[in-house]
């Protein structure tokens, strides 16, 4: 907090007078998976920084977004044949982000223009990237990957889930699944008037695995034959410690 | 209690693995089976990826077959050479079926492939194994007292083939081509369809091999530890996704299972034993060719690219 209103300082001299500015903190730094990681929530919270009144066109929104690494994910689609139901048409999305949510102080649709959109990439389908695939409908598959990933919360569209106080203050959570892909995750917060941006804020927060999860990750990629090895050492003497194990008590 | 698992990347509640490891286990137990053929739908349903369900269930199948295999060296009903025969098929096949795999991933029909092996395969050795138990059954009533093994001794085409061998334990002098084929398809299956395979194995020694029912499961248990062994090192060396906090939490379940299982087996009659297995055969098989003719409720499906980072 100190350091943000360190910052807040030597803004409020470099900037432009009249401007709207977004100072802005997260509730934590780094996010770490340990074994008994069952999902996370961060919490979002800022100010709007003004150097001057606000102008009177409209009010002001704010949209707040959390972005995972992208990845390609291949999307397919099953029909009928000879009675049974088969994958047939498949559909390459390039990059598709494995965690992606918006939350915003109102309805998406008001508080953020088409073409603002498409230059920010914010609302879901945006954050896809899908070209050149030479699927007729590929807007199926989009619309699938979206639904699918909906359904598991790995994409959420939170409407109003932003709480803007005096058009100044604001605060947001963002909940994050259990399933999350290691990475850095970033936060993004717009803030907008009349559906255009006046000022964006970017901070990532590293995901990673800690203690045990990252020693048994990194043995199972960095040392493969030794991992597998190990995964059966462990079940044999396991297998023979239960049955002892059983022997005993039953004699 | 939740628990992370870092190979799946997935949180799971610990019971619920201990739970699952345990129910099959006292299958594997009773029936010889390694209880993947179980044990891999269920992964799947709880939200495991599945190439990790196949591969972690691969390396639970060893541990809970171990101590299968332990409890059935003690009381002497494995046949070490008819299991060693049927092993070296095995370990071919499986290294086959790997490739196949690999290839049916890449055109992403290998879901398919998996649940039609489990349909056909399961369908049909249920079927088979349901009626000759029921007839084995009404034959044993109609007769008090009679002996219903006898007509194993008749002569087939199998003895007329070379190479024969000696198996002392099983009582058998037979050609080793047939157990050799046996354990080559049964390893194709288990590396495509993530399963130990013995149910494929126990119905083919019993009534292609002709071995007595009493050695049998000891042998399939004896040989399933080796295939699945090796497939274990080939996932966990081409596809990194043995899970180790999976295999641990299922074998804990399953180990215990198994214990309780092989108890509950020599308790039971040879019949009794075959009815209930291949009613359970039955069962699976008819949940998934119901999925595969219904509509399915979502027909899009996304395969992440996850097991390449």
Redesign the interface.
């Known amino acids: 907090m100190r350091r943000a209103l360190a910052a807040l300082a030597v803004l409020a001299f470099a900037l432009p007078a009249g401007a709207e500015t977004v100072v802005a903190g997260l509730s934590q730094e780094e996010i770490s998976?340990?074994?008994?990681?069952?999902?996370s929530e961060i919490l979002i919270f800022g100010a709007v920084r003004r150097e001057a009144p606000p102008p009177g066109t409209g009010p002001m929104e704010v949209i707040v977004t959390v972005e995972g690494p992208s990845?390609?994910?291949?999307?397919?689609?099953?029909?009928?044949r000879f009675?049974?139901?088969?994958?047939t048409d498949?559909s390459e999305i390039d990059a598709a982000p494995?965690f992606y949510a918006v939350s915003t102080s109102g309805p998406l649709q008001e508080v953020l223009t088409q073409t603002e959109d498409l230059r920010h990439r914010v609302s879901v389908p945006r954050a896809i990237r899908a070209v050149g695939t030479g699927i007729a409908d590929q807007e199926?598959?989009t619309e699938?990957?979206i639904?699918?990933?909906s359904d598991t919360t790995a994409y959420q569209l939170n409407e109003g889930a932003v709480r803007f106080r005096e058009q100044t203050l604001f605060d947001t959570g963002v909940r994050l699944p259990?399933?999350?892909?290691e990475g850095d995750y970033l936060t993004r917060i717009f803030l907008t008037r009349g559906g255009e941006v006046v000022d964006v804020f970017e901070q990532a927060i590293p995901v990673r695995?800690v203690g045990?999860?990252?020693l048994?990750?990194s043995l199972?990629?960095d040392r493969?034959?030794v991992?597998?090895?190990?995964?059966?050492a462990?079940?044999?003497a396991?297998?023979?410690l239960?049955?002892a194990v059983?022997r005993y008590i039953r004699s | 209690m939740q628990i992370y698992l870092p190979i799946a990347e997935v949180s799971v509640n610990a019971f619920l693995l201990l739970g699952l490891g345990g129910l099959v286990g006292i299958l594997s137990g009773m029936f010889g089976v390694g209880g993947g053929f179980l044990m891999t739908p269920l992964l799947f349903f709880i939200g495991i990826p599945p190439a990790v369900a196949v591969a972690t269930e691969a390396n639970q199948i060893v541990a809970s077959s171990f101590s299968g295999v332990l409890a059935h060296l003690k009381r002497k009903t494995v046949d070490l050479k008819m299991g060693t025969v049927l092993l070296i098929g095995g370990l071919i096949g499986a290294a086959a079926g790997v490739q196949v795999f690999a290839a049916l991933t890449a055109i992403g029909q290998v879901d398919l492939l998996v649940r039609l092996c489990y349909v056909v395969f399961l369908g049909i050795i249920g079927a088979l194994m349901f009626l000759e138990s029921l007839n084995a059954i009404r034959r044993a009533r109609a007769t008090p007292g009679g002996a219903p093994a006898a007509a194993r001794k008749q002569r087939t085409w199998i003895h007329a083939l070379p190479f024969k061998m000696r198996f002392r334990t099983s009582g058998l002098y037979i050609s080793v081509i047939p157990p050799l084929l046996v354990g080559l398809f049964v390893g194709i299956l288990a590396a495509i369809m993530g399963v130990g395979g013995g149910f494929i194995m126990v119905p083919a020694m019993i009534y292609l091999l002709g071995m007595p029912t009493k050695v049998v499961v000891g042998t399939s248990l004896f040989q399933i530890i080796f295939v699945t062994g090796f497939a274990t090192l080939m996932h966990a060396t081409t596809n990194y996704t043995v899970d180790m906090v999976l295999a641990v939490l299922l074998l804990v379940g399953g180990v215990i299972g198994a214990q309780i299982g092989t108890r509950i087996g020599v308790k039971l009659k040879a019949e009794q034993l075959r009815i209930l297995l291949s009613l359970m055969v039955l069962a699976v098989c008819g949940k998934l060719a119901f999925d595969l003719l219904v509509m399915p409720h979502e027909l899009y499906s996304i395969s992440d690219a996850r097991a390449g980072h």
Do not use: C, M, Q
């Not at chain 1, 009675?83 to 994958?87: A, H, L, P, Y």
């Not at chain 1, 991992?227 to 059966?232: F, M, N, P, Q, V």
């Open positions: 998976i340990t074994t008994n990681f069952d999902g990845r390609p994910v291949t999307v397919r689609r099953k029909d009928r009675g049974i139901w088969v994958n498949a494995t199926a598959f699938a990957l639904r699918i990933r259990a399933n999350l892909t695995k045990l999860e990252r048994i990750f199972a990629h493969p034959l991992y597998g090895i190990l995964s059966l462990i079940a044999i396991a297998g023979w239960a049955s059983f």
